[in-house]
């Protein structure tokens, strides 16, 4: 019988560093790399681009089945289509987010993303970043992270991040928003954000993207899941 290709998930609340302990863990091992949450953003952004109400499950689901997405690997980036136009930054806006948590309360919604999520497990290995990865989507993953970090800490990572980027912004704006989608993260019915009995819980407070990747990478070794 086919052994299936190993994966290591990351997951966590967003601000904690999964996108970039995963791209560099990606790089290095040369795997794929899953970010789970674009998937959600893109179904917010088509349901944005088409007028659908987020309390409209059916609807959304609909969306989420018949997502026209591309995945474009171009240098050392990797650019983002929705319907042919290159959505890479704007998903990545304030809005969007908040949608994309909205769109993933709905179980029909996850559901229609899963196989999509799944199809990414291919040789040499996956890494896979996400807030259901290790609980839902890969629950025999050889390493389970889970990556946390205080609500305070994230919020002024993500306001270096908007401010980086041209995008007006308070501290207090930043941390209502990811405090309130914290809330909706964790206490959803449906895959609620929370670490797999088996994951390692690491927090990133205090910690420089360095330390983290030195952590990570020493739990890799611990089970020689790469060789």
């Known amino acids: 019988m086919q052994t299936k290709a190993p994966v290591i998930t990351l997951d966590g609340p967003g601000g904690v560093g999964k996108g970039t ?27 944005m681009n088409h007028g659908v109400d987020f309390s409209n499950e059916s609807a959304l689901s609909v969306i989420a089945e018949h997502l026209d997405i591309q995945f474009k690997q171009q240098e050392d980036a990797v650019v983002i289509l929705l319907e042919g136009d290159d959505v890479t930054r704007q998903i990545r806006s304030e809005e969007v987010g908040s949608n994309a948590s909205r769109v993933a309360a709905f179980s029909r919604v996850r559901d229609a993303l899963l196989k999509r999520q799944r199809a990414f497990r291919t040789e040499p290995g996956l890494i896979a970043d996400g807030r ?85 990478l020493s739990l890799v070794a611990d089970r020689g899941i790469v060789a």
């Open 132 to 216: 259901d990865m290790g609980t839902v989507v890969f629950p025999d993953a050889p390493l389970k992270v889970f990556m946390t970090a205080s609500a305070e800490e994230r919020a002024h990572r993500r306001l270096k991040q908007l401010q980086d980027g041209g995008v007006v912004a308070t501290y207090e704006k930043v941390l209502q928003d990811i405090e309130e989608r914290d809330d909706r993260d964790r206490n959803r019915s449906v895959a609620p954000l929370v670490p797999a009995e088996d994951a390692v819980v690491v927090d990133t407070t205090d910690k420089n993207i360095d330390a983290v990747l030195d952590e990570v």
């Open 21 to 47: 302990i995963s791209g560099l863990l990606a790089k290095r091992f040369n795997w794929h790399y899953l970010d789970s949450g674009a998937l959600y953003r893109l179904a917010a952004l088509a349901a």
